[in-house]
């Protein structure tokens, strides 16, 4: 079986499964062996035993080589850049989310949605509810205790799992001018700030407020 040197990061690899798996397998043995001699070798001279192995370094004098038959030596990069990037989510928004579906899940049943269906405009409007409550200086929602955030959360997750199940009613509104109206007021803003720019008032916000309230 013919076995290929990736020149980057100074191993070998086959196409045979079987094959590869044992030279990682040599790979991890031989790794390992040099660890223990490392170990015991600062161990003796400096009293040193927490060292742990080498950092792989990629050559920076490598060039990535491309063509029929070549393997990528960084598969993983090259591929897993057009992956979903998962890596990208808050994962505390995950954590917020989960609790208000668990809530949801306690009261109607987990998943409830993907069998009963839900309207666009039911969760629609629960989800500017929370946000206005939110705006207004409510921080936790008073029936389960969570942040409204974790609701937020929550309806937007429902509304967008029902759509990809097939269990979302579109009850939006029949076609108006809201999109046509954006567009060609929205440049107002701009012109209202370069009218009113030689004045300085207070914007008042919650920190305004006694006590917070």
């Known amino acids: 079986m013919t076995r290929h040197y990736n020149d980057r990061f100074d191993e070998v690899y086959t196409n045979d499964p079987d094959e590869q798996r044992a030279i990682e397998f040599d790979d991890r043995f031989d790794e390992q062996r040099a ?10 001279t400096t009293g040193d035993a927490t060292y742990r192995g080498p950092v792989k370094q990629a050559n920076p004098n490598y060039q990535q080589q491309e063509g029929p038959g070549l393997k990528p030596s ?6 897993g ?3 979903i990037p998962f890596h990208l989510w808050p994962e505390t928004a ?18 409830n949605w993907r069998v009963a269906g839900v309207r666009f405009t039911i969760y629609y409007d629960a989800l500017r509810r929370h946000m206005n409550k939110w705006l207004e200086g409510e921080k936790k929602d008073p029936d389960s205790g969570l942040p409204h955030f974790a ?10 799992d029902a759509e990809a199940s097939g269990t979302l009613t579109d009850d939006s509104n029949f076609p108006g001018g809201y999109v046509t109206a954006v567009d060609e007021l929205t440049p107002h ?4 700030k370069e009218v009113h720019k030689d004045k300085h008032p207070h914007h008042y916000t919650r920190a305004d407020a006694k006590d917070g309230k």
Do not use: Q
Not at 74 to 79: A, E, H, L, S, V
């Open 35 to 44: 660890i223990e001699a490392e170990v015991n070798r600062r161990s003796l």
């Open 74 to 79: 960084n598969p993983k990069d090259m591929i």
């Open 81 to 83: 850049s057009d992956k």
């Open 94 to 111: 995950t954590i917020l989310g989960s609790l208000a579906l668990l809530d949801g899940a306690l009261k109607y049943g987990r998943g």
């Open 151 to 160: 609701h937020v959360l929550a309806c937007a997750a429902i509304l967008a």
């Open 189 to 192: 803003v701009k012109r209202l």
